[in-house]
């Protein structure tokens, strides 16, 4: 999708890349003119103690032979390669010696340092230029010639002779000129080089960024439509992006999951509770037409009370899940002794179980400790062994229920097993962990179907599993728990 400038500039990455080229830019520049008047500087103080130490040499010489000397001296320095500016002039500012042909006006006229750097030409300079454009006489002289336009910089040192006249020693500043000059191309190249490199990168990385958010943005679109089957796109390269996108389609998978088990228990509500309601509102009918005894009245609202008991445990049972697979619990989680859990469940169940005429076995030795809630374990385990005594009593033997805990790989196994008929289906036994299903040979035992669905959804609230594995014969149920570390 093509965007315009206004529009690129509107978002964070593009303004933080302008706002570091901005930055950078400004540092670059300021770093450059540091070092390049640094660096002038630097060399303007050499080009000084050159001068003076040539001056101190002419001064010795002047001392030596007086102005003949001085004159011979400056002629052949004038003349060696790479020579500083030499010049002797009269009090009226004529040019006697040197290697310097003109001067700007006014250079010569204060003793001292000069000021600014002034322009000069070299002695020759100006001949040979009107020669190569054939407008001079070569017979001509030009003793007090203004520099020109292809004159020269330099600085210089004019010192009065005790005769009035004037030397001037100086030094040419085309070599700091031209670090300046190298400096600041140098910056221009640095300038364009990072301003096309921020435009390459933009290009190639900024776009492709821009696109990906373009993706994650329509994706974001159509689930926020109501499409939640859709996920955020995710490219492999394992960056912000891939983990970010990662993480919301994990979030969108556990909201669609939510979302699946809330359907679920409207469809199982609409469904499952549907008969118990019909046969209530019945009994009450039938109770209130035509003339009954007393005890008939009683009898009728006895059984619409456990009715609406069973009802009522239903709802809970479902409230208790939806809580539970949401990830929520009001009770805190802490130490479980699970031995002294499954005592307490045996030792609740065991009148049921002798009733029955079923023998329920504990091998429970040891130390078993998990982190989780107890009363939540002890509801599952109770649905699970109240499973197992209706369940076992078809079997062909004597019916036994086994709760035996053991320990293995870091984990702890809660079993429950009976010898009864079992449930030898695969797709049963993973079936019948889902709200309200009860298989055909169950329907004939008392229950809503919430039994193992409630053990499930704590399992998976104490992070565990619970498993459904074959018996030989019979079914046995396990719960497997995470350790505690200090055990």
Not at 25 to 30: E, F, H
Not at 238 to 247: A, K, T, V
Not at 300 to 329: H, P, W
């Amino acid at each position: 999708m093509a965007l315009s400038v206004p529009a690129i500039m509107k978002t964070t990455a593009a303004r933080l890349s302008a706002l570091y080229f901005l930055l950078f830019a400004l540092c670059a520049v300021l770093l450059v003119f540091y070092m390049t008047s640094l660096s002038a500087s630097m060399l303007t103080g050499q080009t000084q103690d050159t001068i003076n130490d040539e001056v101190a040499g002419l001064a010795s010489a002047y001392k030596r032979g007086g102005l003949p000397v001085l004159v011979r001296v400056v002629e052949n320095r004038s003349r060696q390669p790479g020579a500083n500016l030499y010049l002797i002039a009269d009090a009226n500012g004529q040019i006697l010696t040197g290697n310097v042909q003109s001067l700007e006006p006014g250079v010569i006229d204060t003793e001292g340092w000069t000021t600014e750097p002034f322009s000069y030409q070299r002695f020759g300079e100006g001949e040979l230029d009107r020669l190569r454009s054939g407008t001079a006489d070569p017979n001509e002289t030009q003793p007090g010639q203004t520099a020109g336009e292809k004159g020269h910089n330099a600085i210089a040192l004019v010192l009065r002779l005790p005769n009035q006249m004037i030397m001037l020693v100086g030094r040419d500043l085309g070599e700091p000129e031209r670090f300046r000059a190298v400096i600041r191309r140098a910056l221009m190249l640095a300038l364009g080089m990072m301003g096309l490199g921020g435009l390459l990168i933009w290009f190639f990385v900024g776009r492709a960024a821009l696109k990906r958010i373009d993706g994650v943005s329509q994706a974001s679109r159509r689930i926020m439509g109501g499409d939640l089957s859709g996920r955020l796109p995710v490219t492999g390269a394992g960056d912000e992006f891939d983990r970010l996108s990662e993480n919301l389609n994990a979030m969108l998978a556990r909201i669609a999951t939510l979302n699946e088990g809330l359907k679920q228990v409207s469809d199982n509500i609409a469904h499952d509770l549907k008969t118990p309601l019909t046969r209530l509102r019945n009994r009450a009918e039938a109770t209130l037409s035509g003339k009954h005894k007393t005890s008939d009245y009683r009898q009728a609202l006895e059984g619409t009370i456990a009715e609406s008991d069973q009802l009522i445990k239903t709802f809970n049972a479902i409230l208790m899940i939806s809580r539970l697979e949401a990830g929520y619990s009001s009770e805190n989680t802490n130490r479980v002794d699970l031995v002294a859990a499954v005592r307490d469940v045996v030792e609740l169940y065991e009148p049921v179980a002798e009733e029955a005429g079923v023998s329920l076995e504990a091998a429970v030795g040891g130390a078993f400790v998990v982190n989780g809630n107890r009363e939540l374990i002890g509801q599952a385990l109770s649905n699970i062994v109240d499973n197992a005594i209706k369940y076992s009593t078809d079997s062909t033997s004597q019916p036994t229920v086994h709760v035996m805990l053991q320990r293995t790989q870091g984990e702890i196994r809660l079993s429950v097993a009976d010898n009864g008929q079992g449930i030898p289906d695969d797709a049963d036994r993973a079936r019948v962990t889902e709200r309200f299903v009860r298989l055909e040979k169950s329907r004939s035992q008392p229950g809503s179907g919430l039994g193992l669905s409630l053990a499930k959804a704590v399992m998976t609230f104490h992070s565990g599993r619970l498993d459904l594995l074959p018996g030989n014969p019979g079914l046995s149920v396990v719960m497997s728990f995470r350790a505690r570390e200090d055990h």
